[in-house]
């Protein structure tokens, strides 16, 4: 098992053990949790505000091609553990992250909490 499954594999044991009450984390071990947590909403964040900008630089077709890119280097990486939990996740994300880019016009969620 590499660092990158260890650490993984370690962080899923810590939530799923803090979400079902079998295994309480420590108070450090929540505080790394939330960080983590907090750092992927604000990455994500980020990456939806460049996706948002890439009409300004990038042809829909390149674009296309780009997000495409992503996803071959997202299915063959050996940088990513073979959990099939972080490639999937990864997949939904970019997914909902990049539909400006997989549409012509992309009018957003007609789901009434998202602003």
Same mark, same amino acid.
């Given at each position: 098992m590499n660092l990158c499954e260890s650490s993984q594999h370690k962080l899923y /044991?810590? @939530?799923t053990g803090w979400l079902t009450g079998s295994n309480p984390m420590t108070r450090e071990e929540k505080a790394k949790f939330v960080a983590q947590c907090r750092e992927? =909403?604000?990455t994500m964040g980020r990456l939806e505000?460049? =996706?948002g900008r890439l009409d %300004? /630089?990038?042809t829909k077709a390149e674009q296309r091609s780009a997000l495409n890119e992503v996803l071959e280097w997202l299915g063959s990486t050996p940088e990513l @553990? /073979?959990?099939p939990y972080t490639r999937e996740? @990864? /997949?939904e994300m970019l997914a909902q992250v990049a539909a400006l880019a997989a549409y012509d016009t992309? %009018?957003?969620s007609p789901d009434s909490y998202i602003v």
């Open positions: /044991r810590l @939530a992927l =909403v604000m505000t460049t =996706v %300004e /630089r990038l @553990a /073979r959990n996740w @990864a /997949r992309f %009018e957003g």
